[in-house]
C-alpha cells in the first residue's frame, strides 16, 4: 500500500472490516499490516505449535565408571555413550570413588583422559572434568564439523 499515516491506515483497514496489526515497530517508518487479526492470530499460534513439535529434545545422557573399570567393561559402556552421542545427545560421564579411593584423585583424571582420548575429534568436550564430593564429573557432546568432514 505504501507510506500511509496512522489514521489513514486505520480508517482503510476500518472500511475493509479488518484489523491494523503493527509487524515492526522498529523500523522507519514501521510496518503495518492490514489482516483479520482472530486468523492471523491463530495462524501463528498454529505455526508455533509446529515448530515446537518438529524441535529435537535434547537430552543429556549419564553414564557411571567405577575407578576399578576393567577395559571390556570400558569397552562396553563407552560403545553404548557412542550410541547416544549418534542420536544428538550430550553425555554426562561420572566417574565415582568409593571409600579410600578418594585419596588416588589422579587415577580419575587418568580415566577421564583416557575416555576423551579414545573418541578422539569425534567429541568436543563441554564440561572439563572437575572433582565434585566423591564423582569426577565431564560432559561430552558429539563434533558436527567431524561428520561433515567424514560426509
Same mark, same amino acid.
Given at each position: 500500500? $505504501? ?7 486505520? %480508517? ?5 472490516? +479488518? ?18 487479526? $482472530? ?22 545422557? %549419564?553414564?557411571? =565408571? ?7 567393561? +570400558? ?8 550410541? =547416544?552421542?549418534?542420536? $544428538? ?9 568409593? $571409600? ?10 587418568? +580415566? ?5 582420548? %579414545? =573418541? ?17 564429573? =565431564? ?13
Amino acid at each position: 500500500m $505504501g507510506v500511509l499515516s496512522r489514521n489513514e491506515a486505520l %480508517q482503510l483497514a476500518s472500511d475493509r472490516g +479488518l484489523d491494523l496489526v503493527e509487524i515492526s515497530p522498529d523500523a522507519n517508518p514501521p510496518v503495518a499490516k492490514i489482516v483479520d487479526w $482472530g486468523k492471523y492470530n491463530y495462524q501463528k499460534t498454529k505455526q508455533l505449535q509446529k515448530s515446537k513439535r518438529n524441535a529435537k529434545a535434547l537430552e543429556v545422557k %549419564q553414564m557411571r =565408571f567405577g575407578l576399578k573399570i576393567s577395559d571390556h567393561d +570400558l569397552g562396553v559402556k563407552l560403545k553404548k555413550v557412542t550410541g =547416544f552421542l549418534e542420536n $544428538g545427545h550430550k553425555v554426562k560421564i561420572v566417574i565415582f570413588y568409593r $571409600g579410600r579411593e578418594l585419596a588416588h584423585k589422579d587415577i580419575g583424571f587418568t +580415566l577421564a583422559n583416557k575416555v576423551i582420548e %579414545q =573418541f578422539g575429534e569425534t567429541i568436543v568436550v563441554d564440561q572439563q572434568p572437575q572433582l565434585a564430593g566423591k564423582q569426577l564429573i =565431564f560432559v561430552i557432546r558429539s563434533n558436527q564439523n567431524a561428520k561433515a568432514k567424514n560426509a
